[in-house]
């Protein structure tokens, strides 16, 4: 592994490399504080970017942006209550009002801090527990594989706030996965005698439609209020301040990689319950939500070291732990790799990058962020209606230039137009985004192992492997239907005594 890590840095201090690297870097600085341009909608962005790339440059890009993302949210939550991305929504309880009480500059460096150690334990989690899972997987054949498709799907169908709405996003995108020639008989199927849908429904229209211009489309509803950044000094390195949380940075960093590494939670759950524990730890919860360290502290170390942990069953497995992960996963499959057991061995040199271009992520984390924050004053006066139109012209120009196809033009927006409806009903797109991705994994390994059995579908319990899984899919979708009742029946058994 020490050699695979040298290696990787190799590869990674390459002036080329290095400089993409950084450039990531600074553009996740810049999305992750922007409200509204989250790390979902930078890396769909960027996608069609990366298609003229060798992969080991194109997916050190691709998580240099994800992981710098997830960092910077947390800036316009503590100075706005405005986090720019989904993970910081937590940050902002008790960021912001430290803020309005003059402590700006402190609760930036904890927050600061914060991000680095837990990206750094999440990181040192993926080196290590990559291979083991990776190698304890090579055990796995169709039935398995189908069964980790499964779980991937009601994990994030059953966490979308309805599970109804959520496991139909999975048979949407299951659907639209299915569209084009059958990968076994070679018969055309849903394409209505458009040629342009005989090879399917490619994955960028669909991603950006989804996420970019939906995103586009809702904010060009309203103006955000026009703010500005008042200078601030930042400490990040505050002795008093870090003997105080230590003990919530390794505790939050600990459950944000256990979280993060189960397919489909995602950072924003580490972070909500890294909180929660933080609370419950502390020794004056009643402080919480009114400017307490520890609150900016557990729910930032949480959701960096989650956002790295949701590469392990990625690589590991070919399953992503997250919304961006599966888009991720998504580019893997665009350049003709598919993320699995057998690909750590075969693609050593691209997966050691990434490891190492992740750790000095981290590590820039803590060198450019106070620089950064002076610069985002100006940044941040730049308003929406300026800055939707380059979202949408930079959208519209990507997925053309994927397949020089303007059909693909009118799905995305197709695409957009769609979302942005469903999100007003609050439905969950990352379930059809993972139907998408894991349905053409799902189908194909079914198919194999009731070839395997002969059409015995009792294949996928008599294999311990399998079984395990498919009960922990089937317990997940359970638990997600009788909670809310068990809770409201409580409600109505407490409005009635």
């Keep these: 592994m020490i050699d695979s890590l040298l290696h990787g840095l190799a590869v990674v201090l390459q002036p080329m490399n290095f400089l993409i690297l950084l450039s990531a870097v600074f553009i996740g600085f810049i999305g992750g504080a922007l409200p509204g341009i989250s790390g979902v909608i930078l890396v769909v962005i960027l996608l069609p970017v990366t298609y003229g790339m060798e992969p080991t440059t194109a997916f050190m890009l691709l998580t240099a942006i994800y992981a710098s993302t997830v960092f910077s949210g947390l800036i ?107 990968p076994v008989t070679g018969t055309l199927r849903y394409t209505f005698g458009n040629l342009n849908l005989a090879s399917g429904i490619n994955l960028i229209p669909i991603i950006v439609g989804l996420f970019a211009i939906s995103e586009v489309l809702k904010r060009a509803q309203g103006n955000a209020p026009h703010q500005t950044v008042k200078k601030v000094r930042i400490r990040i390195f505050d002795g008093a301040i870090l003997k105080k949380i230590r003990a919530t940075l390794a505790r939050s960093s600990i459950l944000g990689v256990g979280i993060g590494i189960l397919p489909g939670i995602g950072a924003s759950t580490a972070a909500m319950v890294s909180y929660s524990e933080a609370v419950r ?37 070919g399953i992503p732990g997250s919304g961006t992960t599966a888009i991720i996963l998504g580019a893997f499959i665009m350049h003709g790799l598919q993320p699995g057991p057998a690909f750590m061995s075969g693609n050593g040199e691209l997966i050691y990058a990434v490891f190492v271009g992740l750790l000095l992520v981290n590590v820039m984390i803590l060198a450019f962020a106070k ?22 012209i930079c959208c519209v120009v990507g997925t053309y230039s ?96």
């Design 76 to 182: 316009t939550a503590i100075l706005y209550r405005a986090p720019g991305t989904p993970e910081a929504v937590m940050t902002s309880f008790d960021g912001y009002p430290m803020t309005q009480r003059g402590e700006a500059g402190k609760a930036l460096g904890i927050g600061i801090l914060s991000s680095a150690v837990g990206g750094m334990v999440g990181t040192i989690a993926l080196i290590v527990f990559t291979p083991m899972l990776a190698s304890v997987a090579l055990q796995f054949s169709s039935p398995e594989f189908f069964a980790l498709a499964v779980l991937g799907l009601t994990v994030v169908a059953s966490l979308g706030g309805s599970v109804l709405l959520g496991l139909i996003g999975a048979m949407i995108g299951l659907f639209i996965a299915s569209v084009g020639i059958d």
């Design 281 to 317: 730890w502390s020794k004056h919860p009643e402080r919480f939500g009114h400017g307490e360290p520890e609150g900016v502290a557990a729910p930032e170390s949480a959701n960096n070291a989650a956002a790295m942990g949701a590469l392990v069953p990625l690589f590991a497995l």
């Design 371 to 392: 620089p950064f924050v002076a610069v985002l004053s100006r940044v941040l006066n730049v308003p929406y209606a300026a800055l939707g139109p380059i979202i949408l």
């Design 402 to 497: 994927v397949q020089n196809s303007m059909f693909d033009v009118w799905l995305m927006l197709g695409f957009g137009v769609a979302g942005f409806f469903l999100e007003k009903i609050r439905f969950p797109l990352v379930a059809i985004i993972l139907g998408v991705v894991l349905g053409p994994i799902a189908e194909s390994e079914l198919r194999r192992s009731l070839a395997m059995s002969q059409g015995d579908p009792s294949i996928f319990f008599t294999r311990p492997i399998s079984a395990s899984l498919l009960a922990v899919a089937i317990v997940v979708v359970t638990l997600a239907i009788v909670m809310p009742l068990v809770k409201r029946y409580r409600r109505g058994a407490n409005a009635a005594s």
